[in-house]
């Protein structure tokens, strides 16, 4: 019978930084949205990079700033493309390949040989990733130094890597002699927890889900499970360690249920075959009503006056600070109230979690703002 080769059990290169930190994940397959929009973003720079389209005849106004920041970033650093998303044989010393993976884009600069990824969404540590991807573009130009350049297309953040040949094998070697004995190390919860589709069926998260489940179970037979939690949550509560793992076992349990396991999908089937499940019926979502803030202005608050807008009106302070900077040289004109300063619990979360979402939703609103005036 056929081995299954290394690259069909997951060792891919886009795979790596996740394997270096827990080597039984799993890709999952990521919401139909954000993958079309990575991919369209993806062939839009392969057909600009290969002449075969320009950035103004892009349609798509938020992919094509990106897609000109993008190549803005390349041209400044001098890189002439030689190659857009090629596959590349990442391979052992011996020269025979281990897997193989697909560069966006490579070439050559006045100093360096160049790799180039483009990233949506958050920046996170890639650098297992570009060890492949570089390692096997120095191999075959037979150069033993590489630069990389890492385009985060929402944040519009260029991340530049130096990258030398032997450290590359070195971290490849090493990821691949773990993997192929990884029976023999455990699953370790991680930042890409959230990406692994084993998640539903992994010891750690069953574990914390489990018990946090178990916390208000009754350790001798007779005790009512009410009294023992009421008595758990109470000790929880002055010990700090365990409250922190607690919380965290909870939060996979909540996890689970929700995305994973799908509990409320269930119980909405159910529902929908006209089966009873107390404590739940299905109700017809409200109608989501939205304005456009132009249209507010010009026909609602300029006839209606600025004491009644009050009711109705909110107003982003930053956002204003902003554009008034932008309109005029004079101080801020608007008396700012500040409340007193709170405190909220964060969770720690990996780096750059929310950001790149934050950066489009910053600019989305920008260009509507923008379409509404051009329009008047
Ligand atoms: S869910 Fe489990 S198997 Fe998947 S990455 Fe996390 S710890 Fe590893």
């Not at 798509?60 to 190659?83: L, M, P, T, Y």
């Not at 011996?94 to 897997?99: L, N, Q, S």
């Not at 946090?212 to 007779?222: E, F, I, R, S, Y």
């Not at 409320?264 to 019926?281: M, S």
Request: proline fraction near 5%; glycine fraction near 8%; charged fraction near 30%.
């Amino acid at each position: 019978m056929k081995e299954t080769s290394l690259r069909d059990q997951g060792f891919r290169p886009s795979n790596f930084p996740k394997l270096e930190e827990c080597l039984h994940f799993v890709g999952r397959s990521f919401p139909e949205g954000e993958t079309t929009r990575g991919l369209h973003w993806h062939e839009l720079l392969e057909q600009v990079l290969k002449e075969q389209l320009r950035v103004d005849q892009i349609d798509d106004g938020e992919a094509r700033e990106a897609v000109a920041w993008a190549v803005g970033e390349i041209n400044q650093r001098g890189i002439v493309i030689r190659g857009v998303e090629e596959t590349v044989l990442v391979t052992g010393e011996d020269g025979v390949e281990i897997t193989r993976g697909v560069v966006d884009a490579w070439g050559n600069g006045p100093e360096n040989l160049w790799g180039i990824d483009f990233k949506t969404g958050d920046q996170r540590d890639y650098s297992a990733q570009f060890a492949a991807y570089s390692g096997a573009l120095m191999a075959r130009e037979n150069v033993g130094h590489c630069a990389w350049l890492e385009l985060y297309l929402d944040l519009r953040v260029a991340s530049e890597y130096e990258v030398d040949a032997g450290s590359a094998q070195e971290r490849i070697n090493e990821l691949q002699a773990r993997f192929e004995r990884r029976a023999e190390e455990a699953p370790l919860a991680n930042p890409y927890c959230d990406w692994c589709a084993v998640r539903g069926t992994c010891p750690v998260w069953l574990e914390a889900a489990s018990d946090a489940l178990a916390v208000g179970a009754p350790a001798v037979p007779d005790e009512a499970p009410v009294n023992r939690l009421v008595y758990e949550i109470e000790r929880l509560k002055q010990d700090p360690v365990e409250l922190g793992h607690f919380y965290t076992a909870y939060r996979r349990l909540e996890k689970l249920v929700e995305d994973d396991w799908q509990l409320k999908d269930k119980i909405a089937e159910y529902l929908e075959q006209g089966r009873e499940v107390p404590g739940f019926c299905l109700r017809r979502s409200p109608t989501q009503e939205s304005v456009e803030v132009e249209e507010v202005v010009l026909k609602c608050v300029l006839p209606m006056g600025s004491v009644r807008a009050r009711e109705f009106l909110s107003v982003s302070v930053p956002r204003l600070r902003q554009e008034w900077a932008r309109f005029s040289s004079d101080p801020f004109p608007v008396t700012v109230e500040q409340s007193p300063p709170a405190y909220h619990v964060r969770q720690d979360a990996p780096k750059g979690r929310g950001r790149a979402a934050a950066a489009r939703a910053r600019r989305g609103k920008a260009m509507a703002l923008k379409g509404a005036s051009d329009a008047v």
